[in-house]
Nanobody
Framework: VQLQASGGGLVQAGGLLRLSCAASGHTISSYNMGWFRQAPGKEREFVAAPGWKGDITYYADSVKGRFTISRDNSKNTVYLQMNSLKPEDTAVYYC???????????????????WGQGTLVTVSS
């Protein structure tokens, strides 16, 4: 599966952005998806992941209550709605996919087999 992330940009603190991750090559219904981010000089960290059926969602504590992840299997796309953005949210955001039978944990980058190219989010103070 190929993943294409988009929607990043420059926004002021308190603003909002919606990231999209469009998949091609395979349907995302065959994968568990996730969003990660990596700030300069820091390790890649988990942001959010929807359950396979979209009935459960997982969030990093740092974004809980501000970000919302969703998936639209009919459009083969995963979204990340980011509200009340803070300067510390500045990072390159990556979407990722792992097979349904992958036994890895949803929050660990090493559990994911496929990665998009990333989209830069910059939040100014």
């Amino acid at each position: 599966v190929q993943l294409q992330a988009s929607g990043g940009g420059l926004v002021q603190a308190g603003g909002l952005l919606r990231l999209s991750c469009a998949a091609s090559g395979h349907t995302i219904s065959s994968y568990n998806m996730g969003w990660f981010r990596q700030a300069p000089g820091k390790e890649r960290e988990f942001v959010a992941a929807p359950g396979w059926k979209g009935d459960i969602t997982y969030y990093a504590d740092s974004v809980k209550g501000r970000f919302t992840i969703s998936r639209d299997n009919s459009k083969n796309t995963v979204y990340l709605q980011m509200n009340s953005l803070k300067p510390e949210d500045t990072a390159v955001y990556y979407c990722a996919a792992r097979g349904i039978l992958n036994s890895g944990t949803y929050y660990h980058p090493n559990s994911y087999d496929y990665w998009g190219q990333g989209t830069l989010v910059t939040v100014s103070s």
